[in-house]
């Protein structure tokens, strides 16, 4: 099946730094990427959808200096969080959409803490 | 904005039981979606549903999508420990450029053997 790598799985990191996460398809091409976050007990909520050669599309209330999105090849996103702060800590998750059959599937999940 | 509501919030069950979930809207959907999440992982598809009317099974897993395109359910039957997680519905419209979901806010399931 269709799989999703996303990289890293936790990281830590101190207040005032930047941290790249990346999301890339393994096995087949995605022109389209979404990136999530999702706290503690919560459900998932969009956070920017990345168009490969073009620039995200950033949900209301996010940040698009915050959070800088590059979608440079068919198969790799990255999502970097930029001088990051104990509120950006959080768990963020990724999908990419099949450009075949338009499913989505999942990466396995960011836990970022910001000391 | 579309808004889903998922009920009920959690469930503890024993072993063996059958398990049901659901999701209304607010507005139509033309794709309902079943995830299921364990604990600092991503969430992985249970069943794509993608007409009116349409029920489908995965194993032990059964989900129908409405009439109404507003509502879906999920049953579970015959329940077993590694059922344990969060379940979350997901409704989205294909459709222009983005087609992205909206989650609901997940069921969390507990199974006491």
């Known amino acids: 099946g269709a799989v999703v790598s996303q990289h890293p799985s936790w990281v830590i990191c101190k207040s005032g730094t930047s941290v790249k996460i990346e999301c890339r398809s393994l096995?087949?091409?995605?022109?389209?990427m979404f990136w999530y976050r999702q706290f503690p007990k919560q459900s998932l909520m969009l956070m920017a959808t990345s168009n490969e050669g073009s620039k995200a599309t950033y949900e209301q209330g996010v940040e698009k200096d915050k959070f800088l999105i590059n979608h440079a090849s068919l198969t790799l996103s990255t999502l970097t969080v930029t001088s990051a702060h104990p509120e950006d800590s959080s768990f963020y998750i990724c999908s990419a959409r099949h450009h075949m059959n338009e499913k989505l599937f999942f990466g396995s999940g960011t836990q970022l803490s910001v000391l | 904005g579309q808004q889903l509501n998922q009920s009920p919030q959690s469930m503890f069950i024993q072993e063996g039981e059958d398990v049901s979930m659901n999701c209304t809207s607010s507005?139509?959907?033309?794709?309902w979606l079943w995830y299921k999440q364990d604990p600092g992982e991503g969430p992985v598809l249970l069943i794509a549903?993608?007409?009116?009317?349409e029920l489908t099974s995965n194993g032990r897993l059964t989900a129908q999508f409405g009439i109404t395109r507003k509502d879906s359910f999920l049953n579970i039957s015959a329940s077993i420990p590694s059922d344990v997680g969060i379940y979350f519905c997901?409704?989205?419209?294909?459709?222009?450029?983005?087609?992205?979901?909206?989650f609901g806010k997940g069921t969390k399931l507990s199974v006491k053997p």
């Open positions: 549903l993608y007409k009116a009317g």
């Open positions: 096995d087949f091409q995605a022109t389209t």
């Open positions: 997901a409704g989205m419209n294909y459709g222009g450029s983005q087609g992205n979901l909206i």
């Open positions: 507005s139509i959907f033309n794709t």
